[in-house]
């Protein structure tokens, strides 16, 4: 297994954006065959044979989820595209929206569809100037060609598509509190039950949907789901970007076959370690996913082998961290993310990543006691399985990961009582 | 009259229920309910913070966490809903030690002040960490954040409404104030700001936590962050007994607690009942415990005495009386002496002023309406038959559809418009509201549909129109004559002269028609109209169209609007009778005046002329409450002989010759009766105040004086109020549309504005305003104003406005008052309102009996 651009295929083509470009690329082509040729229970029952799984981070069933929306309901449904893409190390949706938006587009029109959605929206993160730019233009232009609008195809089915940018909160990523957000609350996550699919924006049901999701949804129509399901391994199927950062010689995002090994992204994608430097730590699937260290290099990148190996391949941002990283430091510079984009709507989230940050805090400026890692490994199991979202969850897991793989990192600092300046271990 | 109001009579299906074991025990609950639901059903402790009853669960304190098998993780029971054969634990060491680290996050940072707290002996903070929290050692190795108030600021407290102090310190977010004011109450000026653990809660910007409720929030905050400036150092809580209470001012007979040591009360706070007020109490019953212990009390006795009142003893007071009364019924006769009495008063009080008048004196002149003019004068009027209808408040929450005419709801009844609130949150209800004013029901009505002023039986003509004409009409009610009977008789005539068109109406009649359980409400608009026999006529013909008044669905009334109005009705205290109630009377009172009684109306006249020459006013205010300040004036000014009872100093008693001080509702134990007919008991939470009494007491002492004797002890005076209130029974009948024939009001003069005199949103008649806490809100008259019109005249609130009469040749023209201006945020169009809750400002001087709108001209004067 290795790469295979399904899509990232025509990002080095500037007229893809457009509508004209796009259906010369052979866009398009899955809109109108559903419109025309398929029901909702059909589309869904395709996306489901593909094995698709949510590229948001959860791997959730594609064509499941959408099953889940009630198909009696009075009340009118939503689909909603999930662009808030904020988890650090994770940009491969900012890719998609840049470069190949009317395929976003195509996605969210025939997940609207599937659940007889007349409305969707894009919630974009509100820093993406240049994608929102990209993407409101390629909204207008599938407009005025009528790939979207009133009676579509002739077939009279209606679908709008409005942007909506956020406020620059992470926690709107989650998909509660994007609906939150998107109706003009606080963007706060909700319990679940209810699910969005029974009660979301609105309280009307709602589909949420990654945006490289819903980028692949346009290829399972046009060639079957059986099709999709030659790539990857049997539970992961398909293709998935991994956005390569950190200590690397050539970050990077890279579409490749699920199940293609670290390795392969780190060393033949990436070019390997600057200055042939070894690993320390990988975080596989974005800020929230559990370290993993140098000897899982073999693991191959899917759901399940991910799992097996201790962490998650989440939004499959992989961060390499070389031997020269200091690893408290970098624990510090995670938790604090999450102590700054906790919502502060749930106790342990709230206050946990607080008292997290302060004792890491410590430790890095030389003051800290040995018993700090029991307490701070403590601190996270009072937060892991605690909180209402799993933002509570991806704060806890890799400082867990931290303390029970790189103890010794902390005993030594702790140790060495020294105090180093922050400046020093920037990436580079 | 039954204690209980007639629930609407639906067949309840079986509910479905649940098993579960609980700790081992075998539980059943309905389906739906949540394991916290179960627990709390059996009096199984779980500890919360953010959970409420009234308020859906968002599980963000996760102090509320059980055990369920096959659960890996805990779960919270507030937010999980009881399933068949779940096994719930609720006191494992898991539980117990994930409650404790809840219980660590939230010390992190709390402030260690419980000795300053105003909050200590009843935060929840404070028990569950007694229960829960305990360890031998801290792992807390920080300095506590400090949250204060500004930047510049080293004080903690910030205020951040007129009676609310917020310490962010202290605050635990469990979001429940923010969750209320939303969920409950509508309103938005609290909110939650910043991110995580940043977040602070605070004022909506530039603004104040100021609507109706607010005192909720503070009750509802479990820890100290929330405090009221009433109740904030004045006495720790452990130092307080309770005495159960009820709202003295509204109808909707909210359920208090008084709070109170052995001096005297010190604060108000909500008792939760469901079928009254779901815990949730206005501002106005919550503060309004103050006018018990305020200084403005009159505390004995005054005579006149050559033009000054002097305090006297009751004896000397009553000897005046006793000789006046004396002297006018013998030279004049029993029927010059007249009576009005407040209805805001108990009912044992009620019941006495009835036999002190017919009883004792032989005049049938009584009556509880001082507020209102052209009152009904026939025992069947159509207008006592809808007010009488029987009416449950918790019924208005499972109504599929509300309508409301002619009613400021949530001014009149704040419980009332919480339920309507909660019908439409809940059950996805459908509320209309017709009103010649936007009021605050707006933001939540389907359509609010504004008729023109002095329209309102035409828009519910149309209504009855619509009904007909769609063949929604109640098949077993004659509709042959219907153009005979309504002016204008057409929908599109009533339409074109309403101003709400056809389409709105048909909309309106047709979902009303489709409704299970319909309930119709109309308020004071409606009440306080001189049109109101009309307008009731068309009102009662839409619920008789619906099926209403024949008991088939749902409900229809006119609402009684103070604390004891329909005890009053029920006690009979107006001339109008009916003949069960005279029979009641005769047979309790042995003598009974022949004569037919003065109502109000009449009493005013008659003392213009020569038939009232003594008059009693008990706890009511007319001259400035009632309409027509000058009339009432007059008449009172003719009286030889004025007696008035009341807690403070009024522009009624400036005119008496004898004035008596009667006891609040916090200094004696008595009763209500509510919208409802529900009668509910209060308690004594502290002393009389002087030589204050209560109005049954000072009547019995008014009666010795003249020889004769009330009761012989309380038990006896109660047993005949309960002997009046249970063969009380509204008035029946035959069930034919009736007529309604519409005149047009006369077209106002040119820069002439429509204006309303009544309650200010923070007041309810004329005691309040010796409410310090009530005054923070609203401290004195205003005229509240839409933005519109203020910007067209150039106005804002605080400016001084010049407000002139403006009645053509008639009573009060050239009446001006200067008011302060209160640029309204709902109010739309020209329409004014003018608070009467000040003695300062009689505004209703610009109010009239003879014509249903009341014009004035207004003047903004600039500043020097
Ligand atoms: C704290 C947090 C942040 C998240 N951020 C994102 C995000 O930026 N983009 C995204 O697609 N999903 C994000 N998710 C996942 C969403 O909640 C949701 O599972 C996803 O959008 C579903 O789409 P999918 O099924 O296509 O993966 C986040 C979840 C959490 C808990
Ligand atoms: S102020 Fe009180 S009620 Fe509001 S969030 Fe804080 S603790 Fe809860
Ligand atoms: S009471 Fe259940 S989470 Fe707060």
Redesign the interface.
Known sequence: MAEHKLLLAHTDDPQHKTVAGYVANGGYRAWRKVLTSMTRDEVITEVKASGLRGRGGAGFPTGLKWSFVPKDSPKPRYLVCNADESEPGTCKDRVLLECDPQAVIEGMAIAAFSIGSHLAFNYIRGEFDYPIEVFEKAVEDAYDNGHLGKNIYGTGYDLDVVTHTGGGAYICGEETALLQSLAGHRGMSQMKPPFPAVEGLYGCPTVVNNVETLAVVPHLINNGGEWYKTFGTEKSAGTKLFSLTGHINSPGNYELEMGTSLRYLIEEMGGGIPEGRKIKAIIPGGASCPFMTADQIDTPLDYEAIADAGSMLGSGACIILDERTDIVWATYKLIKFFKHESCGKCTPCREGTKWLTQLVERILNGEGEESDIDKIDNICHNILGRTICPLGDAAAMPVISVIQRFRQDFVDRIKAKDVLPMEQFSFN | MSDTATKDQKTTPAVEMVSLTIDGRPISVKKGATVLDACRQENIPVPTFCWHPKLR???????C?VEIEKF???M?SC?T?AMNDMVVLTDSEKCRE?RK??I???L??HPLDCPTCDKGGECDLQDNAFEYGLSDDT?F??RKARKIRDKNSTFDDLQIGPEMVRNQNRC??C?KCVRANEEAFGEYDI??Y??????EIDAAPGGQVASLYSGNLVEICPVGALTSSDWRYKIRVWNTQTVPSIDPYHADGANLTLWKDATKVHRATSRMNDDTDDGWISDIARYGYQIATSERRIKAPLVNKNGAMVEVSWEEALGVISRRFKEVKESQGAPCLAGVVSPNLDLKTLHAFNKLFRGALGSNNVDYRSDYSNLPTDADSTYGFMASRSFSIDAVASSDVIFVVGSNLIREHPNVHLKTRRAIFEKLSWLYTANPIVTKSADCSTDEMIYNLGTDEVFLNGVTLSLIQQGLADKEVDTGKIETLLIPNTLEKCAETCGVSVERINECAKRLANSKSPTLIAGELVSNSIARENIAKSFYNVALLLGIVQGKRGQAAVLAKAANSKGAEALGLFPEISATQTATLKNQFQSFPELAGANWDAMLSGAQGEDIKAMLIFGANPVQTGADYNHIKKSLESLDFLVVADLKETPTTALADVVLPLSSFAEYDGSFTNLEGRTQDFCAGMKRIGASLPGYEALNRIAQSLGFSLYADLSSLQDEVSELLDSYNAPERKHFLMESHFQAPPAPQENSLPLFAGDALHHFGHWTEMCHSLLEFNPEAALEISADLASRLDIQTGDSVRVLCDRGDKGNKGEKLILKALVSDILEGDTLLASHNFAAKPVNCFTSRDSRVSYVRIEKIEKQ
Do not use: W
């Open positions: 669960s968002v599980g963000a304190c996760r102090m966490y890996p993780k805990l919270v937010a809903e994930g680290a809840i660590e996050f939230i992190l940072d792992r190795a920080f635990i977010l979001y909110g939650a910043q991110r995580g653990h940043n977040t």
